[in-house]
């Protein structure tokens, strides 16, 4: 029953722990991305949250894995971008066209989803700003 116990207390200080970094982090992130320019500053905390591992070191390797999805999806999709519609057919054609390469050098999964994932949002959000490249670089 100790042994329990004292399980469940690991637990729950890892979790406050977990929410505090992520909080410290993400407030830190936002402000961060302002000063820098960011018109899309929420960008920065989702970054963070996303990213948040069990320790520096993994979270460090997965925000490198998204550094290069992010930048291997924009270089997909920023030349053509402008010239296609914002529907269903073009998005599902982008994200097979961008993530052949990628499946095909065998490169980690979390680079395919973060391609994926840039590969929408700034199809997506492009066609309503033209900060989200420089702000999702950011």
């Known amino acids: 029953m100790d042994i329990n116990k004292g399980k469940q207390k690991l637990e729950l200080i890892k979790g406050l722990l977990l929410i505090a970094k992520i909080s410290i982090a993400s407030g830190i992130s936002w402000e961060l991305a302002k000063i820098l320019g960011s018109k899309h500053p929420y960008l920065a905390p989702l970054t963070v949250i ?45 994200l097979i066209m961008g993530m052949v390469l990628p499946v095909v050098l065998r490169l980690h999964k979390t680079i395919i989803h973060q391609i994926a994932l840039t590969i929408l949002l700034v199809f997506v959000f492009v066609h309503k700003t033209n900060y989200y490249v420089s702000d999702r670089i950011r």
């Not at 270089?75 to 971008?81: E, L, P, R, V």
Request: aromatic residues 14%; charged residues 10%; glycine residues 8%.
């Open 50 to 94: 996303l990213s948040i591992q069990e320790t520096i070191q993994h979270s460090a390797v997965y925000a490198f894995y998204r550094i290069i999805g992010t930048l291997f999806g924009i270089a997909a999709t920023i030349f053509i971008i402008k010239h296609l519609e914002v529907n269903g057919w073009t998005i599902g054609l982008l």
